[in-house]
């Protein structure tokens, strides 16, 4: 799929395949065209170039150093596509949840291009823990908001296909950012 190794491409396989399984992704056309451009590329002039920041113990934020990808060991993609799936499961669970109100505000962010990255992931995070409160989960929170994430970013691009790029690579900083480590466990299951 994507030519990298590390978090990046971990992150970017997982939300990829989740929207490829989903049910009613309706752009599947321009998901696919997105896999093509490979994520270094996708991901470079995106949410990465202005919303990695540095961190209290000195690492960038996003696994990004001095603007290039930094690699972690090989990611397995079977099992991370297999995962994928099987939240893809439990977003269609939580995609009746998800008010028409939450998605529409989230898309007037996107599309106000006066918003920074790093504002449009604040909002982001914003509407996945308000979403995550809301929603009744005997599932870990962690893995409740990366299913939240990802359902959000389905209904954000079906509502407006034409922000595809801005949102898949704001949702993949944000899970780097904020749920690398809830990813990492899965994996390890």
Do not use: W
């Not at 790093?118 to 982001?124: C, G, P, S, Y």
């Amino acid at each position: 799929m994507f030519k990298i190794n590390g978090s990046v491409q971990m992150e970017c396989t997982l939300l990829y395949n989740f929207l490829d399984v989903s049910s009613d992704c309706r752009f599947k056309e321009q998901l696919h065209s997105l896999q093509n451009e490979g994520p270094v590329s996708f991901l470079k002039g995106s949410c990465y170039d202005d919303e990695v920041e540095l961190q209290t113990d000195g690492n960038r934020s996003g696994h990004l150093q001095n603007g290039d990808v930094v690699f972690d060991p090989e990611v397995n993609e079977e099992v991370v596509r297999i995962i994928a799936a099987q939240l893809a499961e439990i977003g269609d669970q939580f995609d009746k949840e998800i008010k028409a109100r939450v998605v529409n505000d989230l898309v007037q962010h996107f599309l106000n291009e006066n918003l920074s990255g790093e504002e449009i992931t604040r909002r982001m995070a914003e509407a996945v823990e308000g979403l995550a409160r809301a929603i009744p989960s005997d599932m870990e929170r962690e893995k409740a908001m990366l299913v939240l994430a990802m359902v959000l970013t389905k209904k954000i691009v079906n509502t407006m296909p034409s922000l595809l790029r801005r949102v898949f690579s704001t949702t993949v900083n944000y899970i780097s950012q904020q749920l690398h480590n809830c990813i990492v466990r899965m994996l390890r299951e």
